[in-house]
């Protein structure tokens, strides 16, 4: 079966052509520009190389609610010229074929519960700290949608106690993203993350704060695999000190095989770069059921 997956993101759209099998024959980029400019240039792509279906992970907040007259929608985002566009729909009208939608990080979920480290597992999550950070959770099989979808990435933090920075999240200030996104790094210690790798205070810092949310995730939801993606998780030293972390703020309340093996229980992504076009592949797949 020949399908299509885009992974939009706000900086570039990341087209591909593939199979059921996970197998990618083709995959071009192009920048994000405005809808007018970039959606035709797409849907072109995707009409040449006559996919049966269409996935789409994309960058949010999107409506995913089916009933809503908005479904398939990006909804408020900051980049006003997307603000209120039609996604699913605008690709359904062109191509005449099923769509799946959903968000880029419930794709990244997906591509790993189907191809990548969570694989045969009903309960798992994704979590991305890159420009923000993001989280998609697959529970009983499902990914988690809800009222709107988790956003998790806002999730609120006890700060720690020699902190002094007041966090960068517009909403919220020192929520998980406003602490440790890439652009808090930034912000907080006056260079990229890239540049402050031989620092190990910003990576002590760093863990704290990802390893306090991860250990709520596990009380709420019980996950079986954790995994860690997005551009900040390059540093690696920062698995084995999150690893340490996620230990200390459970205090051995719960113990489990998993967090018994923590090493296995909390990892990168398996399939590399590649978890959130092969999930927008999935949701083609998906999208024919
Ligand atoms: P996005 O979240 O925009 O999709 P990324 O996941 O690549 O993109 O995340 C980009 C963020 O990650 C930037 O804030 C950047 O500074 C940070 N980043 C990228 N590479 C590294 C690195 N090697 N070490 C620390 N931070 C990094
Ligand atoms: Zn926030």
């Known amino acids: 079966m020949r399908l299509g ?43 040449e190389n006559q996919i049966e279906a269409l996935g789409i992970g994309c960058f949010g907040p999107v409506d995913l609610n089916r ?21 699913a729909g605008y690709f359904q009208k062109e191509l005449h074929i099923p769509v799946g939608f959903d968000t880029d990080v419930n794709g990244s979920a997906l591509g790993e519960a189907t191809w990548g480290a969570s694989q045969g597992l009903e309960n798992s999550m994704y979590i991305t700290i890159g420009t923000g950070v993001g989280a998609g959770f697959i529970v009983n099989g499902k990914l988690v949608h809800g009222m709107l979808h988790p956003e998790a990435g806002h999730m609120l933090l006890k700060p720690h106690p020699k902190e002094t920075y007041e966090g960068k999240c517009p909403f919220h200030k020192n929520c998980l993203e406003g602490m440790a996104a890439g652009p ?4 907080r210690w006056g260079k990229k993350g890239a540049e402050l790798a031989d620092r190990d205070e ?21 996950p079986q695999k954790i995994i860690l993606g997005g551009g900040v998780m390059h540093q690696k030293q920062l698995l084995p000190l999150i690893h340490k972390e996620v230990k200390a703020q459970l205090a051995g309340y719960i113990v489990t095989r998993e967090l018994e093996d923590i090493e296995h229980y909390i990892v990168l992504p398996a399939l590399k770069d590649n978890q959130g076009i092969m999930g927008a592949l999935k949701l083609a797949v998906d999208s024919r059921k």
């Open 5 to 47: 997956a885009l992974e939009a993101g706000g900086t570039k759209m990341v087209c591909a052509i593939g199979n059921e099998h996970g197998e990618i024959e083709k995959q071009i980029s192009l920048p994000t520009e405005t809808p007018k400019i970039t959606l035709p240039k797409l849907a072109d792509f995707f009409r």
């Open 67 to 87: 009933n809503s007259p908005t479904y398939g929608y990006i909804t408020t985002t900051p980049k006003l010229a997307w603000q209120n566009c039609s996604m």
């Open 184 to 187: 808090a790094i930034e912000a």
């Open 202 to 222: 910003v990576w002590e810092l760093e863990a704290y704060y990802i390893g306090q949310a991860l250990a709520n995730y596990i009380m709420v939801l019980s």
